[in-house]
Nanobody, 116 residues
Framework: QVQLVESGGGLVQAGGSLRLSCAAS????????MAWFRQAPGKEREFLAA????????NYADSVKGRFTISRDSANNTVYLQMNSMKLDDTAVYYC?????????WGQGTQVTVSS
């Protein structure tokens, strides 16, 4: 089992930055993939970014490419999502996810609100 706890959400002005953290505990290994998703009111959950726990390749959704960066601190078992140049449309609940082949472990989510 993998337990995930997100933090770092809050209120930010459009154009600003925010960094989310996801603390992972439990059974992670080099085959575990970590990812960030978000879900805005009335919309489906959207994939944002992913990377392997070993720190290999990353991939991003087109909607956040160039603005968001996923990274990890293996010493602290933490994955981050750095969000820059934020837009009103970035308002959502942000989730951290983990899994091997499929994302079957999820955090509780953290609210991010972008104001004008």
């Amino acid at each position: 089992q993998v337990q995930l706890v997100e933090s770092g959400g809050g209120l930010v002005q459009a154009g600003g930055s925010l960094r989310l953290s996801c603390a992972a505990s439990g059974r992670t290994n080099s085959r575990t993939s970590m990812a960030w998703f978000r879900q805005a009111p009335g919309k489906e959950r959207e994939f944002l970014a992913a990377m392997s726990w070993s720190g290999g390749s990353t991939n991003y959704a087109d909607s956040v490419k160039g603005r968001f960066t996923i990274s990890r601190d293996s010493a602290n078992n933490t994955v981050y999502l750095q969000m820059n140049s934020m837009k009103l449309d970035d308002t959502a609940v942000y989730y951290c996810a983990a899994g091997v082949g499929v994302y079957d472990h999820w955090g509780q989510g953290t609210q991010v609100t972008v104001s004008s």
